[in-house]
T-cell receptor
Framework: AQKVTQAQTEISVVEKEDVTLDCVYE???????LFWYKQPPSGELVFLIR??????QNEISGRYSWNFQKSTSSFNFTITASQVVDSAVYFC???????????FGKGTMLLVSP | EPEVTQTPSHQVTQMGQEVILRCVPI?????FYWYRQILGQKVEFLVS????????KSEIFDDQFSVERPDGSNFTLKIRSTKLEDSAMYFC???????????FGPGTRLTVL
């Protein structure tokens, strides 16, 4: 069975701090996909990134970066120089190769104060 | 930029009533999904739909639930006899292919009284 663990329930930082959100996953499949979604206070789910299990290259997009490590089954998300607008709940999710189901973690609420 | 749309944004209903939640997926997408999120909790998968039939469903998706693609654009979720515990935000999503990123609609907040 697939499982996603986001151990950090809530993180509070001050603007301009860097912050890393942890995600650990479990799957028996060799082909799988990992995702991060952002849920701002308005409630919608915003897609941030998708990674397949064969691509361990880290990715950077502006202030966002992702560190995928198969050896530790982790897919961590770092926000550099956080801003108040980054305040949201961030969900890590997993889907296995031949299935489309997204299994979400419980989410990490990030609060960035000015 | 194409997006998934959902109507209504908020639905209030009495326990035992039927509700239909509507979604318009992104036009060239082939896979459609419903998820729900009980307030303050994680997002849970309900059902996926491809080629006019259900491809996967979760334990939550029991006989009270059904999905339909009545025409070329709409994708609906019906709850036949709502219960208090069905109160949640219901998200529709679509993807172009299996394993692709799923784009979510803004959600319908269902309140069952």
């Amino acid at each position: 069975a697939q499982k996603v663990t986001q151990a950090q329930t809530e993180i509070s930082v001050v603007e301009k701090e860097d912050v890393t959100l942890d995600c650990v996953y479990e799957t028996r499949d060799t082909t799988y996909y990992l995702f991060w979604y952002k849920q701002p206070p308005s409630g919608e789910l915003v897609f941030l990134i998708r990674r397949n299990s064969f691509d361990e290259q880290n990715e950077i997009s502006g202030r966002y970066s992702w560190n995928f490590q198969k050896s530790t089954s982790s897919f961590n998300f770092t926000i550099t120089a956080s801003q108040v607008v980054d305040s949201a709940v961030y969900f890590c999710a997993l889907s296995e190769g031949e299935y489309s189901t997204l299994t979400f973690g419980k989410g990490t609420m990030l609060l960035v104060s000015p | 930029e194409p997006e998934v749309t959902q109507t209504p944004s908020h639905q209030v209903t009495q326990m035992g009533q039927e509700v239909i939640l509507r979604c318009v997926p992104i036009s060239n997408h082939l896979y459609f999904y419903w998820y729900r999120q009980i307030l303050g909790q994680k997002v849970e998968f309900l059902v996926s739909f491809y080629n006019n039939e259900i491809s996967e469903k979760s334990e939550i998706f029991d006989d009270q639930f059904s999905v339909e693609r009545p025409d070329g654009s709409n994708f609906t979720l019906k709850i036949r006899s709502t219960k208090l515990e069905d109160s949640a935000m219901y998200f529709c999503a679509s993807s172009e292919d299996l394993g692709d990123e799923q784009f979510f609609g803004p959600g319908t907040r269902l309140t069952v009284l």
